[in-house]
């Protein structure tokens, strides 16, 4: 089979084009709430145009009253006052129009900002949020050894927020503006042509300079977001280790580390800041130059008789400010460009990483397993180059007992990850109650499957909660009884508000073996043909390891188990030892005939027999 390389994913470079294309299928997903936006916006617009309009006569209107040899006002819409309205009367008519739009204004401006703000955060961030979140829970474990817990965080978060700014902080704002433009163009033109193209002289220095500093601005937020996701992640290890910091009165070195990283990104932050600082100070110089343009033409102008002051010289500046704002506005649009694209290439890396397990087409669900499971040639590596198992090939009868031993990285915890299919092999196949595992319904198939980790996590809940993980809908019987088999139902009862005692994060507030106990209890909850135990004793006292090993009799009863560890204690009560050495299986027995025989096994065997003993129960558990 073809094995992805997930490098290649993750450094996947998406051009710019790609990302526009992408970014407005995401608007177009929205197209109602967006097209509504830009009429209200259009709408603002002409408000804004005829204000300005009515203002202008309404000073002609004056300037006519006051001297009658100057121009007669023009009225909009064709619109003339009857001859018996006093100027004062004309004035009244037009203020109140003026106050009419304003209020309208006012109205449409509230509605416009909810409307983009119901687009954005109440539509396009909880539906991106939403995908990668999903998208998370079908990658498999490569995706999150790849990727740091803090760069997923951030992606779910900051990133899928700057996304977003593509829609209302590029698109809707970029077309309001080219819309502003064109209109305040027009009726400038429409005032005086000449003016215009004196004023507006400036601008193709404008767009370079705009040009010149988006470039300039592009790969600082890359560099940001990837300081960030440092920053964060030294920030969460410092939470998760703090007993390790403080045992070792570490706590001033965390800081300066803290501070460093920090004060990278304060100083990379600061970069960016002082290019906006020297961008926006000449895109506003450049501006200022078409108004003294216009004071020295216009006024020429005005002097000699070839422009109104209010509807032309007046309303003229206010568009051509207004005209200069929004060419500034330029600098907020490609400072919104660079990062929605910083943000959204994170993103879709997210969504467009291929799940490496997935069901093939006309999976089977299959009934209950009687828990055989067969392995046959199985080679498999993280990366195709560097394999960690190789032509791994044994049986394990249903109901029987199997113990994995080996050193550090001899590939047990890889072999464990293939029998619930959170990897596929490159090499070979395995096979349960005689069936190919990719032939199988993935969902199906684990929910057959109890696993109890040598750190079992446990989630901020009730304890009963925590126990029915894998089936919210149990009922508080089978939920004691899973307990009881578990030997955990004793201790909870001592709990505070027992089954319903709200557990701290990753049940702090529980000791190890009555962690593991929840998580043994959570797995049988699930009443699986098999069971995989990587390595539960491993980080517990000899009592506590005694505590759980009583309660794994139980749970193995009748079921196929895979037993990871190096602890004799448990290993001894397997039918069949597996032992890896460096990705090979080397030996395979019982723990009798193992510990006879020269190999790792009985190197650990006599280093542990003399302080192990005889069987506690003085019965050796087999392939039940």
Same mark, same amino acid.
């Given at each position: 089979m073809t094995f992805p390389d997930p490098a290649s994913q993750s450094e996947r470079r998406y051009s710019n084009g790609e990302l526009v294309r992408r970014l407005l299928s995401l608007a177009w997903q929205f197209r109602r709430d967006c097209l509504l936006s830009l009429l209200l916006g259009l709408t603002l617009l002409l408000l804004g145009l005829l204000g300005l309009q009515l203002l202008g006569v309404v000073i002609d209107v004056i300037r006519h009253a006051l001297d009658a040899t100057q121009r007669a006002p023009a009225y909009p819409f064709g619109w003339t006052p009857p001859e018996s309205w006093t100027p004062l009367r004309i004035v009244t008519a037009l203020s109140l129009a003026i106050v009419a739009q304003a209020l309208l204004r006012a109205i449409l401006t509230?509605?416009?900002?909810?409307?983009?703000?119901?687009?954005?955060?109440?539509?396009?961030?909880?539906?991106?949020?939403?995908?990668?979140?999903?998208?998370?829970?079908?990658? $498999?474990?490569?995706?999150f050894e790849m990727h740091g817990s803090s760069s997923i965080f951030n992606r779910v978060?900051?990133?899928?927020?700057?996304?977003?700014?593509?829609?209302?902080?590029?698109v809707l704002q970029g077309i309001n503006m080219l819309l502003t433009l064109v209109a305040y163009l027009l009726f400038m033109w429409r005032i005086h042509p000449s003016l215009t193209l004196a004023c507006l002289s400036v601008?193709?220095?404008?767009?370079?300079?705009?040009?010149?500093? $988006?470039?300039?601005?592009?790969?600082?937020y890359l560099r940001n977001r990837e300081l960030y996701d440092g920053l964060v992640e030294q920030f969460s290890e410092s939470i998760r280790g703090v007993q390790t910091i403080k045992g070792f009165a570490a706590e001033a070195l965390q800081v300066r580390r803290f501070e460093e990283a920090n004060g990278e990104v304060s100083l990379q932050q600061r970069q960016i800041f002082?290019?906006? $600082?020297?961008?926006?100070?000449?895109?506003? /110089?450049? $501006?200022?130059?078409?108004l003294v343009i216009l004071f020295a033409y216009g006024g020429w102008l005005y002097v000699h008789g070839r422009i109104a002051l209010g509807s032309g010289l007046v309303v003229f500046a206010a568009?051509?400010?207004? /005209?200069?704002?929004?060419?500034?506005?330029?600098?907020?649009?490609?400072?919104?460009?660079?990062?929605? /694209?910083?943000?959204?290439?994170?993103?879709? #890396?997210?969504?467009?990483?291929p799940s490496e397990v997935q069901n093939r087409p006309a999976a089977i669900v299959p009934p209950r397993l009687k828990g055989e499971i067969v392995f046959e040639e199985v080679t498999f590596g993280y990366s195709p180059e560097a394999p960690v198992l190789r032509k791994i090939s044994f049986a394990a009868a249903p109901g029987q007992i199997l113990g994995i031993f080996g050193m550090t990285g001899a590939g047990k915890s890889s072999l464990l990850g293939l029998i619930p299919r959170f990897y596929d092999p490159q090499r070979g196949?395995?096979?349960?109650?005689?069936?190919?595992?990719? +032939?199988?319904?993935? +969902?199906a198939y684990r929910r057959q499957i109890g696993i109890v980790y040598q750190e079992s996590f446990l989630f901020s809940n009730t304890v009963a909660a925590n126990i029915a993980f894998g089936i919210p809908h149990a009922t508080q019987d089978q939920i004691e009884q899973a307990a009881r088999v578990a030997s955990a139902h004793e201790f909870i009862r001592e709990l505070p508000h027992g089954y319903h005692t709200v557990l701290g994060e990753s049940g702090v507030d529980l000791s190890g073996g009555q962690r593991q106990r929840l998580a043994l209890a959570r797995a049988l909850l699930l009443q699986p043909p098999i069971l995989i135990l990587d390595d539960p004793t491993a980080a517990v006292d000899p009592k506590t390891e005694h505590e759980i090993a009583s309660a794994l009799r139980h749970a193995m009863a009748g079921r196929t188990t895979f037993i990871v560890s190096n602890r004799l204690s448990l290993l001894r009560r397997a039918g069949v030892i597996l032992v890896l050495d460096k990705g090979r299986l080397i030996e395979m027995g019982r723990h009798e005939d193992l510990a006879q025989k020269p190999g790792?096994?009985? #190197?650990?065997?006599?280093?542990?027999?003399?302080?192990?003993?005889?069987?506690? #129960?003085?019965? #050796?558990?087999?392939?039940?």
């Open positions: 509230y509605q416009y900002n909810m409307v983009t703000a119901r687009l954005t955060q109440g539509k396009i961030v909880p539906d991106l949020r939403g995908r990668i979140y999903a998208r998370l829970q079908q990658l $498999s474990f490569r995706f978060t900051g990133d899928v927020q700057n996304t977003r700014l593509f829609v209302d902080g590029v601008t193709l220095a404008l767009g370079w300079v705009t040009q010149h500093y $988006s470039a300039r601005l592009r790969p600082g002082l290019d906006l $600082s020297v961008f926006t100070p000449a895109t506003q /110089f450049l $501006s200022q130059l078409s568009l051509l400010q207004q /005209f200069n704002g929004q060419v500034a506005n330029i600098t907020t649009i490609a400072n919104s460009v660079q990062q929605s /694209f910083t943000a959204a290439r994170r993103v879709f #890396e997210v969504l467009d990483t196949r395995i096979l349960a109650d005689g069936r190919d595992l990719r +032939d199988l319904d993935l +969902d790792p096994y009985r #190197e650990t065997a006599l280093l542990q027999l003399m302080d192990l003993g005889p069987d506690p #129960e003085g019965v #050796e558990m087999g392939t039940g």
